[in-house]
């Protein structure tokens, strides 16, 4: 079956440092490959999304490029500000016979000031 | 507009008590999903139901019963409940044909079982 593995959190960084949060996913067929951020207290939403391979997902100054060869899905951020605390997760759709949504476990990001 | 709502946003309740969350999408999709996010934050499908028909049933108690009256709403009714119960409950809806598109949520309902 389809599976996400995320970077284990929490993550703290200084505000204006690069952010990367390893994602990798095992699937068969073409799965669309998805970000989805929840910051505290509400609802997952959709951060940014890709659907085949080498398409570049980005929103919000975060990227992350859809690598087949490397069953990959990074998310990176140039330059994190305080307001992007919140648990990130990486998801997929898809594959063969699949169409919910698989997520990984989260990676909980803290930004100080 | 708000566009998969889920009432209530709270909930607490004592053990053995039998409660229902309700789930309304207003966004034409055909499907739905109950989603349970523990407290790492790990989420885990429970139900999905497509067109108001069960097609994903994880391994889930069979105290809790998802029920689905339209395409547009999916609730869950859960009954004895237990401690283990305790976590946020998210609602989501997506449209089946055409993998690339999301899935949206609810802002969820946390369940508190004392």
């Known amino acids: 079956g389809n599976s996400v593995t995320q970077m284990e959190g929490p993550v703290t960084l200084s505000e204006e440092a690069f952010l990367t949060i390893n994602c990798t996913y095992t699937?068969?067929?073409?799965?669309?490959l998805f970000w989805y951020v929840q910051y505290p207290g509400e609802g997952l939403q959709l951060l940014l999304k890709?659907?085949?391979?080498?398409d570049k997902g980005s929103n919000k100054g975060f990227e992350a490029t859809y690598r087949k060869e490397t069953t990959s899905f990074h998310l990176e951020k140039g330059s994190v500000q305080v307001s992007d605390s919140a648990v990130y997760f990486c998801?997929?759709?898809?594959?063969?016979?699949?169409?919910?949504?698989?997520f990984g476990k989260g990676t909980k990001l803290s930004v100080i000031p | 507009d708000t566009a998969v709502s889920q009432t209530p946003k709270y909930l607490v309740t004592q053990m053995g008590n039998d409660k229902s969350i309700k789930c309304e999408q207003n966004l034409g999709h055909d499907t739905m999903y109950w989603y349970k996010q523990d407290s790492k934050k790990f989420l885990k499908i429970m139900f999905s139901y497509n067109n108001k028909e069960l097609i994903i049933n994880e391994t889930v108690p069979n105290r809790f019963s998802p029920k689905s009256p339209d395409k547009a709403h999916l609730n869950l009714h859960i009954n004895s409940l237990e401690l283990g119960d305790s976590a946020v409950y998210f609602c989501?809806?997506?449209?089946?044909?055409?993998?690339?598109?999301?899935?949206?949520f609810g802002q969820g309902t946390r369940l508190t079982v004392v």
């Open positions: 998801a997929l759709r898809g594959g063969a016979g699949s169409y919910q949504l698989t």
């Open positions: 699937a068969t067929g073409y799965p669309s």
């Open positions: 890709a659907t085949k391979a080498d």
């Open positions: 989501a809806s997506s449209q089946v044909e055409g993998l690339n598109t999301e899935a949206f």
